[in-house]
Nanobody, 125 residues
Framework: QVQLVESGGGSVQTGGSLRLSCVMI????????MVWFRQVPGKKRDGVAA???????SYADSVKGRFTISHDNAKNTLYLQMNSLKPEDTAMYYCAAEDSVYGRTWYGGCRFGFWGQGTQVTVSS
């Protein structure tokens, strides 16, 4: 059974930084791609950063140069380092793991079906 557990959200002022973590249980980085999504109430969930099995990363234009996705194989943990935060970054952030069989959310040509519970990020001006 796959479990993803996020942490690291919080409230910061504009220009601040946060690092989100996603501990994976029952899933490894060699299993598939990983993505950080974010969602604002009333809007669809958007992908912001992705990393594939080979370590190749990609970012939404809105976060390029400010966010960095990475992982620690030894800790089986995915990270999202967020710098120069802006009020428009305020959202619930979710990590997601590729599920090529049953995943229902498509991003970057992959299907994602394993989700964490989310961690709230609030950026005040």
């Amino acid at each position: 059974q796959v479990q993803l557990v996020e942490s690291g959200g919080g409230s910061v002022q504009t220009g601040g930084s946060l690092r989100l973590s996603c501990v994976m249980i029952g899933y490894t980085f060699s299993s598939g791609s990983m993505v950080w999504f974010r969602q604002v109430p009333g809007k669809k969930r958007d992908g912001v950063a992705a990393i594939d099995k080979d370590g190749k990363t990609s970012y939404a234009d809105s976060v390029k140069g400010r966010f960095t996705i990475s992982h620690d194989n030894a800790k089986n943990t995915l990270y999202l380092q967020m710098n120069s935060l802006k009020p428009e970054d305020t959202a619930m952030y979710y990590c997601a793991a590729e599920d090529s069989v049953y995943g229902r959310t498509w991003y970057g040509g992959c299907r994602f079906g394993f989700w964490g519970q989310g961690t709230q990020v609030t950026v005040s001006s």
